[in-house]
């Protein structure tokens, strides 16, 4: 299990309102076509301002799509880093090299 951990908050001053966003962990499962649909799914979760995520385990494709999403959300970029792994999936074609 990937646990994805952002900077501490820092102090809040007495006028910050509170984040309002919630927290959520994931849980991915395996096999290809479901992680090609987890693919958009995820997609459409970051979108979402409103959603913190807190972490992630996967199992076979869905393990794929945990390491790309937490690397990169610590890249700052998840969306481009899991475009970027179904890209390459898409590449290689089933190709044994």
Known sequence: MAIFRRKPPQP????????GKRPICLALQGGGAH??????VLDRL?????LDIRAISGVSAGAMNAAAL???????DARAALDR??????????RNV
Do not use: H, I, K, Y
Request: net charge negative; aromatic share 8%; proline share 3%.
């Open 12 to 19: 809040a001053d007495a006028t910050a309102q509170p984040s």
């Open 70 to 76: 937490v690397s990169g959300l610590a890249a700052g």
């Open 46 to 50: 970051l979108e979402d301002d409103r």
């Open 35 to 40: 992680g090609a649909f987890q693919w958009g």
């Open 85 to 94: 792994l179904w890209r390459e999936v898409n590449q290689s074609g089933g």
